[in-house]
C-alpha cells in the first residue's frame, strides 16, 4: 500500500518544505510556514520542518548584493535542501527570475516542486512537479488564493490525508 504525501514528508525520512517568493508572496511564505509548523505538530510524530526563504534578511541581502537579486533563492536551497525535500515557489506571474532560477536549482538537486501562479503560469508552469494556477493575472487575487492554497495544506497535514487532495483535484 502507498504510504500518503504526508507520512513522507512527516515521518523517518523528515523531508523539509520550502516556501518562496516576493512581495505579497514573501509575506504569504511567511504566514503559511509559521501556521503549518505550529498548526501541524502532533504527540505521536517528529515536528514538522517547513522553512520560508524570505526569512533572513542578512542571507537574502547577503546574495542579493553580492551574487545579485536573481540567486536570494537558489543559493539558500543549495545550503540547505536534500534530494526527496519540497520547494513551493510563488509567482504571480510565474516568470520572476530568482523564483525561476530557484525551481531550476531544486529540480537538478532532486527536490519535489510545486507552484503557485496566475493565469498563464509563465515558465514556472513548466518546470514544477505539479502548477496551481489561480485563474486571475492581478497579484491580489493571485496572493489570496496563494494564502488560501497555504490553509488547506495546513488541513491536509494536520488530518494526515490525502485524500482531501484528490477530492479536491477531482
Given at each position: 500500500?502507498?504510504?500518503?504525501?504526508?507520512?513522507?514528508?512527516?515521518?523517518?525520512?523528515?523531508?523539509?518544505?520550502?516556501?518562496?517568493?516576493?512581495?505579497?508572496?514573501?509575506?504569504?511564505?511567511?504566514?503559511?510556514?509559521?501556521?503549518?509548523?505550529?498548526?501541524?505538530?502532533?504527540?505521536?510524530?517528529?515536528?514538522?520542518?517547513?522553512?520560508?526563504?524570505?526569512?533572513?534578511?542578512?542571507?537574502?541581502?547577503?546574495?542579493?548584493?553580492?551574487?545579485?537579486?536573481?540567486?536570494?533563492?537558489?543559493?539558500?536551497?543549495?545550503?540547505?535542501?536534500?534530494?526527496?525535500?519540497?520547494?513551493?515557489?510563488?509567482?504571480?506571474?510565474?516568470?520572476?527570475?530568482?523564483?525561476?532560477?530557484?525551481?531550476?536549482?531544486?529540480?537538478?538537486?532532486?527536490?519535489?516542486?510545486?507552484?503557485?501562479?496566475?493565469?498563464?503560469?509563465?515558465?514556472?508552469?513548466?518546470?514544477?512537479?505539479?502548477?496551481v494556477q489561480t485563474p486571475s493575472n492581478w497579484f491580489g487575487i493571485v496572493e489570496d488564493v496563494s494564502t488560501i492554497l497555504g490553509h488547506i495544506f495546513t488541513i491536509i497535514?494536520?488530518?494526515?490525508n490525502d485524500n482531501i487532495v484528490e477530492k479536491m483535484v477531482n
Amino acid at each position: 500500500m502507498k504510504k500518503p504525501f504526508t507520512y513522507y514528508v512527516r515521518q523517518k525520512n523528515l523531508k523539509v518544505i520550502f516556501l518562496f517568493g516576493n512581495g505579497g508572496n514573501a509575506a504569504n511564505t511567511s504566514h503559511i510556514a509559521g501556521v503549518m509548523q505550529y498548526d501541524c505538530r502532533s504527540a505521536h510524530e517528529p515536528d514538522f520542518r517547513i522553512l520560508s526563504l524570505n526569512e533572513n534578511t542578512t542571507t537574502l541581502t547577503s546574495y542579493g548584493n553580492d551574487s545579485g537579486y536573481e540567486t536570494i533563492f537558489e543559493g539558500q536551497l543549495r545550503s540547505y535542501a536534500n534530494p526527496g525535500d519540497v520547494a513551493i515557489a510563488m509567482s504571480t506571474s510565474g516568470n520572476t527570475p530568482n523564483v525561476v532560477n530557484a525551481i531550476n536549482a531544486a529540480k537538478e538537486m532532486g527536490l519535489n516542486t510545486i507552484g503557485f501562479t496566475g493565469a498563464g503560469g509563465g515558465k514556472l508552469k513548466e518546470l514544477v512537479d505539479v502548477c496551481v494556477q489561480t485563474p486571475s493575472n492581478w497579484f491580489g487575487i493571485v496572493e489570496d488564493v496563494s494564502t488560501i492554497l497555504g490553509h488547506i495544506f495546513t488541513i491536509i497535514f494536520m488530518e494526515n490525508n490525502d485524500n482531501i487532495v484528490e477530492k479536491m483535484v477531482n
